[in-house]
């Protein structure tokens, strides 16, 4: 049984099986069902390990060519007794360098969250896929899928080709703003630098713990660019990111701004308090102290009850059984985070 009680919760960070391409098929036109056949594009996942790699997935929730909606409604929407779940695909999608491409995977990928999921479970929400490398089609897709309340955020990854702050992709914030669509930006690369400002690593680890830094190199870019000041309705969601690289980031940022903010005059107020305001991180993988005393003392650091959400990160193994939670978190926190901190910083969700 989980070891907090989660009923009602909201968990922000669920992942499906990432569809591949006969499952896609159904949702390409005759062009593009040719593309992707004769090209072979099949395995669209986005890992930074294998799928078969442990800790990915618990090897009794592994679905061995079953329902995987029917797997995840027995192994956490039911017993978890959530109320709603955002589904994120990490698809390869993010990595292809043909943009036209990429914009009909991302929509096929849509169609079939749609159909395969969203319509036959009334808990379920998504992130919406755009293709980043194609602005103009993002822009349409969000457009097109605009009216269905179910998807209520857009999906971009933690290392990509530009900083995420940067003009050529402001015409897809004015539409997830104006539509009410927050920014979701998952761990993950589309490979286009390497992870590290040094290069290449060796090891695994040193992959993991670079996600860090590709998660404050967006949010510095997107403060510093003037996104958030252009479009004030819209935040970032730190998919996978941990929470610890928050406050020194707040701390350092803002020490900074105060010397050279007369490159950035439309940053107005402190990082550290935009940060506040406009970012939230979900709550696994949790990377605070082992020490559930010490667990209150880190969190106080952000200055801030309001920017964690739950999540699962169903089926990663990041977690055992259903204690979805660690201790130590106090309770008024707890509370906030399973439902009332995400409700508020998603709009969609209470449309």
């Known amino acids: 049984m989980a070891k907090f009680d989660t009923t009602g919760a909201i968990d922000c960070d669920v992942h499906?099986?990432?569809?591949?391409?006969?499952?896609?098929?159904?949702?390409?036109?005759?062009?593009?069902?040719?593309?992707?056949?004769?090209?072979?594009?099949?395995?669209?996942?986005?890992?930074?390990?294998?799928?078969r790699t442990l800790p990915y997935m618990r090897p009794d929730w592994k679905v061995n060519g079953g329902d995987?909606?029917?797997?995840?409604?027995?192994?956490?929407?039911?017993?978890?007794?959530?109320?709603?779940?955002?589904?994120?695909?990490?698809?390869?999608?993010?990595?292809?360098?043909?943009?036209?491409?990429?914009?009909?995977?991302?929509?096929?990928?849509?169609?079939?969250?749609?159909?395969?999921?969203?319509?036959?479970?009334?808990?379920?929400?998504?992130?919406?896929?755009?293709?980043?490398?194609?602005?103009?089609?993002?822009?349409?897709?969000?457009?097109?899928?605009?009216?269905?309340?179910?998807?209520?955020?857009?999906?971009?990854?933690?290392?990509?080709?530009?900083?995420?702050?940067?003009?050529?992709?402001?015409?897809?914030?004015?539409?997830?703003?104006?539509?009410?669509?927050?920014?979701?930006?998952?761990?993950?690369?589309?490979?286009?630098?390497?992870?590290?400002?040094?290069?290449?690593?060796?090891?695994?680890?040193?992959?993991?713990?670079?996600?860090?830094?590709?998660?404050?190199?967006?949010?510095?870019?997107?403060?510093?660019?003037?996104?958030?000041?252009k479009y004030p309705q819209l935040k970032a969601v730190a998919i996978e990111s941990g929470v610890t690289w928050v406050p020194p980031l707040m701390w350092r940022m803002s020490k900074d701004w105060r010397g050279a903010r007369i490159e950035v005059p439309w940053v107005k107020d402190a990082p550290a308090d935009i940060i506040r305001r406009h970012v939230r991180m979900t709550t696994q993988p949790f990377d605070l102290p082992d020490d559930p005393a010490e667990v209150p003392k880190a969190l106080d650091h952000l200055l801030s009850d309001e920017m964690l959400l739950f999540s699962s990160d169903y089926p990663h193994w990041n977690f055992e059984g259903l204690d979805v939670l660690p201790e130590g978190i106090p309770d008024a926190t707890l509370a906030k985070l399973l439902r009332d901190n995400i409700l508020a910083a998603y709009p969609r969700l209470g449309g």
């Open 68 to 229: 995987p909606l029917e797997a995840m409604q027995k192994n956490l929407l039911d017993p978890l007794k959530l109320d709603l779940a955002i589904l994120n695909v990490v698809s390869g999608a993010h990595a292809l360098f043909d943009p036209y491409l990429s914009a009909a995977i991302c929509r096929a990928t849509n169609d079939w969250l749609i159909d395969k999921w969203l319509n036959r479970d009334s808990r379920l929400r998504a992130s919406m896929l755009v293709p980043f490398q194609n602005v103009e089609a993002a822009v349409e897709e969000i457009e097109r899928l605009a009216d269905d309340k179910r998807f209520v955020q857009i999906l971009t990854l933690s290392a990509t080709e530009l900083p995420l702050g940067r003009r050529i992709y402001w015409p897809i914030y004015e539409a997830a703003e104006k539509h009410g669509l927050q920014l979701g930006i998952h761990a993950g690369s589309n490979y286009r630098n390497a992870p590290s400002h040094s290069g290449f690593h060796s090891f695994l680890i040193e992959d993991h713990l670079a996600h860090t830094q590709g998660f404050a190199t967006q949010i510095a870019s997107l403060i510093s660019e003037g996104v958030f000041t």
């Open 16 to 51: 499906p099986p990432s569809p591949r391409r006969a499952d896609l098929l159904p949702y390409l036109d005759d062009y593009w069902k040719e593309i992707v056949t004769t090209r072979e594009v099949d395995v669209l996942e986005m890992n930074s390990f294998p799928e």
